[in-house]
Structures are given as structure tokens and as C-alpha cells.
């Protein structure tokens, strides 16, 4: 089970952490994933992170987003700073087992194996 918090609203230039608990797993084990979906537009990745702490992070949020496992409390972490309305959208966990066949990879969602529920946020 993974489950999202963190999301809400702020104004542009603002900082959210969104948080991510597994459960049933240990993220150190899994490439878990940072995905969102804003209406009408298709799901895309936006941070992965391997079991080996490789990364993935994309073009789009690359210097102001960043990814991080907290072991000991088995949460996935996504660090947004310096947020832009277009940032907006609902923000999903994932886990995925195995490496994915590369860093290159982790951002196909369909190789995903399990999702949180989301949690919205909303930059103005």
C-alpha cells in the first residue's frame, strides 16, 4: 500500500514536500516514482529513484524538484521548490519491482506495479 500527503495549494514560487508511506515493502527495495496527471493532459513522470539511488528526474522540474527515500521510516519524499502553475496537477506514488531495465526506463508508468491514491496540488 502507498500512500500520498503533502499536496494543497500555494502561490507561485512557493515550496511543497509531498511524503509517500509504503507499507508491505521497504522502499530501498523497489524504483518508486513520483508521477502526475493534470486534467486533460496524459500521465508523466516526474522523479524516480532506484534501488541502487540512481534517479531519474524530469527536463521540466530539474532544479527545483528533487527525490529522497527516508529508509528508517520507509517514506518516499519529493522535495518541490520554486513551484509554477504549471506544476499543477494531481501527484501520484509508485512502486515497481525490479530495476526496470535502466534509469531510462523509470519513468514509464506502465512498468509500474503499484500506485497511491494521489494528492492534489494546485499552483496560483
Known amino acids: 500500500q502507498l500512500v500520498e500527503s503533502g499536496g494543497g495549494s500555494v502561490e507561485e514560487g512557493g515550496s511543497l514536500k509531498l511524503s509517500c508511506a509504503a507499507s508491505?515493502?521497504?522502499?530501498?527495495?523497489?524504483?518508486m516514482g513520483w508521477f502526475r496527471q493534470a486534467p486533460g493532459k496524459e500521465r508523466e513522470g516526474v522523479a524516480s529513484?532506484?534501488?541502487?539511488?540512481?534517479?531519474l528526474v524530469a527536463d521540466s522540474v530539474k532544479g527545483r524538484f528533487s527525490i529522497s527515500k527516508d529508509f528508517a521510516k520507509n517514506i518516499l519524499y519529493l522535495q518541490m521548490d520554486n513551484l509554477k502553475p504549471e506544476d499543477t496537477a494531481q501527484y501520484y506514488c509508485?512502486?515497481?519491482?525490479?530495476?526496470?531495465?535502466?534509469?531510462?526506463?523509470?519513468?514509464?508508468?506502465?512498468?509500474?506495479?503499484?500506485w497511491g491514491q494521489g494528492t492534489q496540488v494546485t499552483v496560483s
Open positions: 509508485a512502486a515497481a519491482r525490479g530495476s526496470l531495465g535502466g534509469v531510462e526506463n523509470y519513468h514509464d508508468d506502465g512498468l509500474y506495479d503499484y
Open positions: 508491505g515493502w521497504t522502499v530501498s527495495e523497489y524504483v
Open positions: 529513484i532506484g534501488a541502487d539511488n540512481s534517479t
